[in-house]
């Protein structure tokens, strides 16, 4: 038996996940031009998304453990458009979970302590230069395909909205 709507975890999940990233993406975008000064401007806000960041990693990863446990939604659509959004949605999913993962260790191999919220983390590892690069251009690279398959999804969402009209977004909440 198929549910007609999400289960209440993966509604609440996806709306809290939904905000905290794009948050986040205003945030990283932003942070990265500030001065590099002594004021402590640039590494606060650094830490600001750092510690949010973090969070969504705790987050991705209960999402990823609910999905075999979660009652199975109908599909909304037939055909290649249900086998284009079941890939869409996969692709979402490992981008929520590679993004925060390649902020993280590219974090903990460069020469900066990471701080959760205000607390210092201890140090994990040696400072790594050539891996903080690599894993800086995997979360630059990671991040903007995100930002691409967050409009492909919002367009899908559109033209469930304004052309099919099945009101699937009563599905979602
Ligand atoms: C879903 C979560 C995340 C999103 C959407 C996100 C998004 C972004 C964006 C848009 C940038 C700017 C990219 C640029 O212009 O260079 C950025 C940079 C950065 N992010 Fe994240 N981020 C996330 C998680 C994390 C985490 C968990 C950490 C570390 C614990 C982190 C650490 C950094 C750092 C250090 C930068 C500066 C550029 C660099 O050194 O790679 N991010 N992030
Ligand atoms: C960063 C932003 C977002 C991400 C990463 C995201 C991700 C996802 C994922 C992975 C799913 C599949 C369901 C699951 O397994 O959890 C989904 C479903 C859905 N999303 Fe989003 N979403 C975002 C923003 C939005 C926004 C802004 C809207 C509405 C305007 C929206 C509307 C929907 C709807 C209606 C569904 C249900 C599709 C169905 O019935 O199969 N999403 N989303």
Do not use: C
Not at 102 to 113: E, H, K
Not at 129 to 141: G, I, T
Request: hydrophobic share 55%.
């Amino acid at each position: 038996m198929h549910a007609k709507r999400y289960d209440r975890l993966t509604v609440l999940l996806h709306w809290l996940m939904a905000a905290l990233i794009l948050a986040q993406i205003g945030l990283g975008l932003w942070m990265v031009d500030l001065p590099k000064d002594d004021s402590g401007q640039r590494a606060g806000w650094f830490n600001v998304h750092k510690s949010v960041g973090m969070v969504l990693l705790l987050l991705i990863a209960l999402r990823i453990a609910w999905l075999p446990w979660r009652p199975r939604v109908a599909p909304a659509t037939r055909g290649w458009q249900h086998r284009a959004a079941g890939a869409g949605h996969a692709l979402l999913y490992l981008l929520m979970l590679i993004v925060p993962l390649s902020g993280f260790l590219g974090s903990v191999f460069s020469r900066y302590p990471i701080r959760f919220m205000g607390i210092r983390l201890p140090r994990l590892a040696a400072p790594w230069d050539a891996a903080k690069e690599v894993l800086s251009v995997v979360h630059l690279v990671s991040v903007y395909t995100l930002m691409a398959m967050v409009i492909l999804h919002l367009l899908a969402f559109a033209y469930h909205q304004f052309v099919l009209k099945d009101r699937l977004l009563m599905r979602m909440r």
